[in-house]
């Protein structure tokens, strides 16, 4: 998720199963657990990265939502 989260930094995220269209969730996706920005496109979900290096991707049939991103604290001292 850089340029916005890097690694050693912590997540903070309010206990969440469903998304509000925009915002950023920890989310599994596929068996694996990622955090991306969530959009509702019609009938489909794609996950958005802040890292222009990764594309939107549509997702899984397994998708669901762990939790709502509220903050990020630095792990840089």
Do not use: W
Not at 8 to 33: H, M, P, Q, S, W
Not at 36 to 60: G, H, T, Y
Request: glycine residues 6%; proline residues 5%; aromatic residues 8%.
């Amino acid at each position: 998720m850089e340029p916005k989260i890097h690694e050693g930094d912590l997540i903070i995220a309010r206990k969440a199963t469903e998304f509000v269209n925009n915002k950023v969730y920890v989310c599994i996706n596929d068996g694996e657990c990622l955090i991306k920005q969530v959009r509702l496109n019609a009938d489909s979900v794609f996950l958005v990265s802040f890292n222009p290096a990764f594309p939107p991707m549509l997702s899984a049939k397994d998708f669901r939502v762990e939790g709502e991103v509220k903050n990020i604290i630095s792990g840089k001292i």
